[in-house]
DNA sequence: CAGCAGTCTGTAAACGTTTACGGCCGGATG
DNA sequence: CATCCGGCCGTAAACGTTTACAGACTGCTG
């Protein structure tokens, strides 16, 4: 296997030291002469410059790293999308991490960042920053964007900015909608207590309720895991305890789809028994049927601001932490609105 | 902005050189007493092996790049979901490159291995392997595999295996599984014919109609792209042509789900009236309302096998090109199937 | 006690770049 | 003609590792 040229290679052809050479490629001032002698013995030679020499040297190696759980996620797939290219215009590469949510994996990338074979890194913790989270950030020395809520007492050094959401709003958004529409038993199918999302969305969903000036009861809300399989059968679960149920809040959008699933098999109407409302707005929602109304938490949005705000530090050096919101919305489809009726009317 | 601990930095507090120290970190036989100071120096720096000094010496980069056209579409993002693993087990990190099918871009990928980022590629061309890239994969004299078919006379040089799999024959089961429930006229929605994929799906479609003793008929085929809009208006074009149509074959899932929204709205039954067979067996084709029938053409394996296929080359070495094929298969579902009737039955 | 084998260690080179520094040469100036 | 200045260029060091090689030391043998 011949080994490709280099600098070296070029400055023996072109009778030109390696300095010249790299001044040359670089496009540092140079007498025409002896650039276009080694331009010529480059084209000639097909040269192409080491990326890892030059990392060494230059102390970057132009590739950033998105760790979150699972890239089989919608949510995660939506924010690569918009990551991968802001990244590539700025001239970075992108590294992914699977890291199953697992806070080992997710440590075990923070720490690789001390091991410098990235720039920067996005990562979205399942199960929040913990104190080990933080020290590894400082300890990286390099800048870190945290997608998801991150504790108010970060330490001085952490050179760590913040994109998050507000489900809490984004709950109460669903909660009015479907109060909107008349619906007044209002089931919750939620996923992991242990998961931030999932906490917080077990509190908005209280207060929403408490909002309406309706009762909460514990008997509407079923805890489960962020799947299909698991929301059908926290669906199922509900449905029977609570045959009366005319509405089902769901924390993400694989579980209205369990839901979705365990209603048509039991014949119910939707949304004329019961609505649904999914969270995530991923493209699934626009597939089944009915469609799926859903929480949008901004997922494109989230990954454009996270590269943003990574470039930023990257290209302007140190500033301030700055802390990105994204405002949810909610996406009206056919799971809430009967045919011919308009999204805003009575039931 | 202090800059870590390096061996030197190690060796000076241990009261060794830096080789012993690398000795050391490597496990290499050394004095036991000489291993305590190393070891209890490291610890007390907090020392983290610099992956970029270490890639120039040792000439490889524990990296490896997966290109393709675009990571919202669910037949990659199963692929990096078999993929990630694997190579996480195998210690290699994983690059993303989305190419949005451009050549250009695939053709930067390529050259990019001359860069020496990464050690391997694996790469789906969207239209196919043309003389410039077999000239980048030779010249970059590191392992690839291409996803997708590959032209026979390759140049000996080329590192390169290939996973491929055989739409003629999935296309073949689909209008099999259709002729099966007696459905006789079988439209058909194809991609763009400039593609890999479209050209064949074009080819198999009339040669299974051969097969199956149809006529073809050019009134019963559309062209259009592979994605949900452009299906729905291909559909809305072909039922309006020849409203006998009693199935429709599409070229992948994102067009049926685009052929299901006109049916509905034309309130047409499915599969009552109109049978409908999707293609790649996404995760969508399970949420559709039917659910859609759909041929596999085995996703998750190709990318396990392409995976595979890399790391074995890296670990083991120079060896014959090898080329595997995966079997495509049928999942039937609703979209083709009466409630209440067995998958063969009649209609 | 000389010689020798065997361990362990340190020096230095190498991987392929970028860049500080000083030298050389030309021309312009006094 | 001596001096100076500016523009180019080459030498060498640096980035942080790994590893070939040779030297130092130990303890043993004859």
């Known amino acids: 296997m011949t080994e490709g040229p280099t600098i070296t290679t070029i400055a023996q052809r072109a009778g030109v030291s390696i300095a010249s050479v790299s001044r040359v490629l670089n496009g540092l001032p140079t007498r025409e002469d ?9 084209d000639e030679l097909g040269y192409v410059p080491n990326s890892v020499a030059r990392s060494l040297r230059n102390r970057r190696t132009d590739q950033i790293a998105f760790a979150m759980a699972d890239i089989g996620n919608p949510v995660y797939v ?13 001239g970075y590469r992108l590294l992914i991490h699977s890291t199953d949510g697992e806070a080992e994996d997710e440590l075990g990338v923070l720490r690789g960042l001390r091991e410098r074979y990235v720039d920067g890194l996005i990562i979205s913790p399942l199960r929040g920053v913990t104190e080990e989270h933080i020290e590894a ?46 619906r007044r038993r209002i089931g919750f199918l939620n996923g992991p207590l242990d998961t931030v999302p999932g906490a917080a969305r077990a ?9 309406l000036g309706l009762p909460y009861d514990e008997d509407l809300v079923e805890v489960g895991d962020f799947y299909r399989d698991s929301g059908a059968s926290a669906a199922r679960a509900l449905l029977s305890r609570v045959p009366g149920v005319d509405a089902l809040m769901c924390a993400n959008d694989l579980i209205a789809l369990g839901a979705l699933d365990v209603l048509r098999e039991q014949g ?7 609505a649904v409302v999914g969270m995530d707005d991923t493209d699934l929602a626009s597939v089944t049927w009915p469609t799926l109304t859903s929480v949008s938490l901004g997922s494109a949005e989230r990954g454009r601001a996270a590269a943003g705000l990574l470039l930023d530090r990257l290209q302007n050096g140190p500033r301030e932490p700055r802390v990105v919101v994204v405002r949810p919305s909610l996406t009206i489809r056919g799971s809430t609105t009967l045919p011919g009726t308009s999204p ?3 039931r």
Chains 1, 2 share one sequence.
């Open 34 to 42: 002896t650039v276009r002698r080694v331009m010529r013995a480059a």
């Open 78 to 90: 939506a924010m690569v999308r918009e990551i991968q290219p802001l990244l590539k215009e700025a």
């Open 137 to 182: 950030i400082v300890a990286a020395r390099a800048p870190v964007v945290v997608i998801g809520s991150l504790p108010d007492d970060m330490p001085q050094g952490a050179l760590v900015d913040n994109v998050r959401t507000d489900s809490r709003t984004g709950v109460r958004l669903a909660l009015d909608h479907l109060h909107a529409i008349g």
């Open 203 to 211: 509190a908005a969903y209280r207060e929403a309720l408490e909002a």
């Open 268 to 274: 119910r109407d939707v949304p004329g028994d019961v």
């Open 344 to 346: 805003g009317g009575a």
